[in-house]
């Protein structure tokens, strides 16, 4: 059996990622910006062969992969809450220096990558990093097993990609992230018995020559 391709992105930006307003489950669209990378990646696959296109059900992930829809004609855009952000309870909706004022300690756990931990709840209930990356992965496989042998974009979110290279490179989850995440990026992996294979990670070259295209 021929193994399953994903091309694994992160939506575009929103106005939250631009402030550092960690944004988890909370649905907030894509900017301006966020809206010209979507379009420039669209752009950048549209000769790619595509045999299905699945993206989180929060919307700027919809966003993004709608665009890449758009020039795939006859494919339809599915959905997957397994491919959500991580939930960050109470943290959700807050810039990154009033979580830290106000909550401290869970502050610190979360940044020392305490895997085990779990932010106060907040309008929704939190996850663990472990918790969140035994979902998003099992969610990437799933997709990839139920398009065996096809190649498939995922539209997800930065924890999503974090957990996949983690996982395709073996990485302990409680090591520091030297690594970046960036918006709109498109990262390659296989699916190879059952398992993530990493082939290539943060091609955002399309990006620059979107703007580029802008300039002229």
């Known amino acids: 059996m021929n193994n399953t391709t994903i091309l694994l992105i992160r939506h575009g930006e929103t106005a939250w990622n631009a402030v550092r307003r960690l944004q988890g489950h ?7 910006e ?3 990378q979507a379009a420039a990646l669209a752009r950048a696959l549209a000769a790619e062969q595509l045999d299905a296109i699945v993206a989180s059900d929060l919307q700027r992930a919809m966003q993004t992969a709608q665009a890449v829809a758009g020039l795939h004609a006859g494919l339809s855009l599915q ?3 397994r491919l959500r952000e991580r939930a960050y ?5 807050m810039l990154y220096q009033d979580i830290q004022q106000q909550y401290p300690d869970d502050f610190a756990r979360w940044q020392a990558r305490d895997v085990e931990a779990v932010m106060p709840a907040g309008g ?6 472990h918790q969140f990356y035994d ?3 099992g969610g990437l496989l799933a997709v990839a097993a139920g398009h065996a042998g096809q190649t498939v974009a995922v539209v997800a979110h930065g924890g999503v990609l974090e957990c996949a290279y983690r996982a395709a490179r073996g990485i302990q989850l409680d090591s520091p992230r030297d690594f970046q995440v960036k918006n709109a990026s498109i990262n390659r992996f296989t699916i190879v018995d059952g398992k993530l ?8 070259e ?3 020559l979107a703007t580029m295209d802008d300039v002229i």
């Open 34 to 36: 966020g809206e010209r």
């Open 89 to 93: 309870g109470v943290f959700e909706g």
């Open 135 to 137: 979902r998003a992965i």
């Open 197 to 204: 294979v990493l082939d290539s990670w943060g091609d955002v």
């Open 26 to 32: 909370i649905d907030i669209p894509l900017n301006r």
């Open 206 to 208: 399309h990006l620059a």
């Open 79 to 81: 959905t997957d809450a």
């Open 124 to 129: 929704r209930v939190a996850e663990s990093f």
